[in-house]
């Protein structure tokens, strides 16, 4: 039998979590290990280890408890702005194998800088390079809308 993973024993109610939302499609929850008081997780609670994989309605449904809790979340704990990210995949740092936004209010001077010095390559592609890497992914967009 394969075990649920963290994210479905919570919405299961299998697993304690501090619930700040929840709707038919999306649940979120405090993060137990915060990088920030007020670190919330919102997911969808369709098992999807990835953004890609989502239903359009998932998606929908995630964005909008984004869109509804990000400014609450940020008044909750006195926070002036936030750093909203999804880590896709395990090469990207994600732990837990379920579709999951965060949200992390931040404060200045809390050292956290900027989410794209995540992974910067330290070099800045060439236009030729850019626009090879754009033909791509629009090309990539036809062929699966077709």
Same mark, same amino acid.
């Given at each position: 039998?394969?075990?649920? =993973?963290?994210? =479905?024993?919570?919405?299961?109610?299998?697993? *304690?979590?501090?619930? @700040? /939302?929840?709707?038919?499609?999306? %649940?979120?929850? %405090?993060?137990? /290990?915060?990088?920030?008081?007020?670190?919330? %997780?919102?997911?969808?609670?369709?098992?999807?280890?990835?953004?890609?994989? %989502?239903?359009?309605? $998932?998606?929908?449904? !995630?964005?909008?408890?984004?869109?509804? !809790?990000?400014?609450?979340?940020?008044?909750? @704990?006195?926070?002036?702005?936030?750093?909203?990210?999804?880590?896709?995949? #395990?090469?990207?740092?994600?732990?837990? #194998?379920? @579709?999951?936004?965060? @949200?992390? *209010?931040?404060?200045?001077? $809390? &050292?956290?800088?900027?989410?794209?010095?995540?992974? &910067?390559?330290? +070099?800045? *592609?060439?236009?030729?390079?850019?626009?090879?890497?754009?033909?791509?992914? +629009?090309? !990539?967009?036809?062929?699966? $809308?077709?």
């Amino acid at each position: 039998m394969q075990r649920r =993973c963290i994210f =479905c024993r919570i919405i299961g109610g299998e697993a *304690p979590a501090h619930k @700040v /939302y929840e709707d038919e499609r999306v %649940l979120a929850f %405090l993060d137990i /290990y915060p990088s920030a008081p007020g670190h919330t %997780l919102i997911i969808p609670k369709a098992h999807v280890a990835r953004v890609e994989d %989502l239903s359009e309605e $998932d998606a929908a449904a !995630l964005f909008r408890a984004l869109h509804r !809790l990000v400014g609450r979340i940020q008044a909750a @704990v006195g926070a002036p702005a936030s750093t909203i990210g999804v880590n896709n995949g #395990p090469e990207s740092g994600q732990e837990v #194998p379920h @579709v999951h936004i965060h @949200v992390i *209010p931040r404060f200045r001077g $809390d &050292r956290g800088g900027i989410i794209q010095g995540i992974a &910067r390559s330290g +070099r800045r *592609p060439s236009g030729e390079e850019l626009r090879r890497i754009a033909e791509r992914i +629009r090309e !990539l967009s036809a062929a699966s $809308d077709a």
